[in-house]
C-alpha cells in the first residue's frame, strides 16, 4: 500500500477504493461518520476525532452514503487500544464492532448513540450512563449462548462483517469458556448450516446442530439471583435467553424497581418468553394481583406454563401481540413475497384484560411499533416499563408514548453485550402530568 491514497472524486468512489478521512460522532450500529468531499462514509473500526484511511466496501457511483473499513489509522484516539483477538479487524468477523476501543469508552460511546436516537425520533434530551453488567470485569468471556456458521468443509466460524463468508476460528474471546471448552470450534460438522452452543446456568454446555438436532433441542435449566426475584427457569436451548449471565437479574430488577407493583394490582406482560418477568411480577403483586402474559412462540408458552405454576394467578396467552391486541398489523407476513402486507383488523383475545395497572413491553430489536403502543395506551397502564435492544426503535416507540400523553419518567442503559454496538434499556413511562 503506498503512503497516501491515489485522489478519488467523491462521486466516483467505488469498492475497493481507499481515502483519507476525519472520523465524525458515532452512529447507531458501530459505525463514525466520516464526509469525503461532502459524501457520507460509515466507517467501521474507526473512534471519533481519529483520521483514518478507509477502505470502500459497499456502494458506489449514485448511492446516498457508503460503507467503508479503517484500514489505517493516520491519527489515533486515545482511547485506541490493540483488539485482544486475532479475528477482530477490517476484512474479519463480524461479530464484535468495539474490540480496537477501551471498555469505558465503549459504554459512553453507546450512550452518545442512546440519546442521539432519543433526541432525533423522540425530541428528548437525555443524560444516559451506560452501566456495566455485574460479574464483567473486561468484557470478555460473556457471551454463554452462541451460534457458529459452518462452511463447506463442516468448519465452525464466524461470518464476516455483512457477509455469507465464514471465517474458521480457533476462539471467541467473547464467549463463556465453557462454550469453547466443548470443542465445536475443532469438530465437523458437514452437511449442518450451524452448530448452537447454549452453557446454562446449571448443568453442562448443550451442543445443538441446526437443522439436524433442531427439533430436538434440549431444554436447559438457567437461574436469576435477583433482589427481585431468586429462582430458575427451564428454557429451550434454541429459545431465547438472555446471553450475558448477569443480564436476566439485572433486567429484572430495573424493571420492578422502575414500575413499583402493588399487591392486588394487574399487570400486563408483553413478549413474555418463558416467564420471567411474570414471575417477578407475580411476587409483587401477589395471589389478590393478576399477571397476563403474552408469547407467541409455542415452545416457550409450553415451558412457562411450567415456570409459573407456583404462582396459579399468572395466565398465558399464545398469540402475536397485535393479534392478541385486535390491531391492524403494518408488518411483513413472515413467509410471505416480497412487498406483500398484511391488511385488516382481528377482535382482541377474549383473555385480554380491558385495562392494567402496570404493563411490560419487551419486544424483538424491530420494537413495538405504533398500533401495539396505542393498544397498550388504551388500558390506561399508571407506568410502561419498556425493554429496548436497540436504541432506535426505542426512540421511535417514545415518541408514540409521549403523542399518546405518556412521558419518559427514567431511563437505564446497560453493556450487556461489550465489544459490540448493541446496548440494553430498560426505559419506564408515566403518564404525563
Known sequence: MSDSPEPVVADEL????EVDVDAGPIAHGGFVVARHEGRVLFVRHALPGERVRARITEGGPGDRFLRGDAVSVLEASPERVAPPCPYA??????????QHVSLAEQRRLKASVVEEQLRRLARVEWDVVVEPVPGDTDGLRWRTRTEFAVDASGRAGMRRHRSHDIIAIDDCLIA???????????????????????????????????????DE???VTETVAAQRLSRTFDVSSRGFWQVHPGAAATFVDAVVDGLDPQEGERCLDLY?????????LAEAVGPSGQVIAVESDPTAVAQARLNV?????????????????????TGRVA?????????????????????????????????AGKAVVGAVVALGPRAVAYVACDPAALGRDTAYLQERGYALTSLRAFDAFPMTHHVECVAIFGRAG
Open 14 to 17: 467505488t469498492v475497493g477504493d
Open 89 to 98: 479487524g477490517p476484512g474479519l468477523c463480524g461479530g464484535c464492532d468495539f
Open 176 to 214: 463463556d469458556e465453557r462454550v469453547v471448552g466443548t470443542g465445536v470450534l475443532q469438530g465437523h460438522w458437514l452437511g449442518e448450516k450451524a452448530v448452537d452452543v447454549v452453557a446454562p446456568a446449571d448443568g453442562a454446555a448443550a451442543v445443538v446442530r441446526v437443522p439436524s438436532d433442531e
Open 217 to 219: 433441542a434440549p431444554v
Open 272 to 280: 413474555a418468553g418463558v416467564g420471567v418477568f411474570a414471575s417477578a
Open 309 to 329: 405454576e407456583r404462582t396459579p394467578w399468572v395466565h398465558y396467552v399464545q398469540g402475536r401481540v397485535d393479534h392478541v391486541f385486535g390491531v391492524e398489523s
Open 335 to 367: 413467509g410471505a413475497r416480497k412487498g406483500r402486507r398484511r391488511t385488516g383488523s382481528r377482535r382482541p383475545h377474549s383473555q385480554l384484560p380491558p385495562t392494567a395497572d402496570v404493563v411490560v413491553l419487551d419486544p424483538p430489536r424491530t420494537g
